[in-house]
């Protein structure tokens, strides 16, 4: 079982920064592929970001690409989200989301990851 907290979302003006955290419970953490994904009023779960279980290789979504970094530090079971010249089309609930090692398939699917957190909210004004 892992249970995951998202913090960092705010009220950011376009071309601003934001930095989201993801901090995980459990012994496992270091084994999980994880990503961030983010909704918006009326649309479909989107995928923003994953990283497999040392960073050793990430995978981003289109929309945020060369914008967005996602890093972990497994010593601290955290997850981040760097997220550069934001726009207002960036602004969503962005969950935090745990894979099980034993899962296959894309990382872009929601469906593959069995742990959510709560969510965070990112508002960029324009």
């Known amino acids: 079982q892992v249970q995951l907290v998202e913090s960092g979302g705010g009220l950011v003006q376009a071309g601003g920064s934001l930095r989201l955290s993801c901090a995980a419970s459990?012994?496992?953490?270091?084994?999980?592929?994880m990503g961030w994904f983010r909704q918006a009023p009326g649309k479909e779960r989107e995928f923003v970001a994953a990283?497999?279980?040392?960073?050793?290789?990430?995978y981003y979504g289109d929309s945020v690409k060369g914008r967005i970094t996602i890093s972990r530090d497994n010593a601290k079971n955290t997850v981040y989200l760097q997220m550069n010249s934001l726009k207002p089309e960036d602004t969503a609930v962005y969950y935090c989301?745990?894979?099980?090692?034993?899962?296959?398939?894309?990382?872009?699917?929601?469906?593959?990851?069995?742990?959510w957190g709560q969510g965070t909210q990112v508002t960029v004004s324009s």
């Open positions: 989301a745990a894979r099980d090692p034993a899962t296959t398939g894309s990382t872009r699917y929601s469906g593959r990851y069995a742990y």
């Open positions: 459990g012994r496992t953490f270091s084994s999980y592929v």
């Open positions: 990283i497999d279980w040392n960073g050793g290789t990430t």
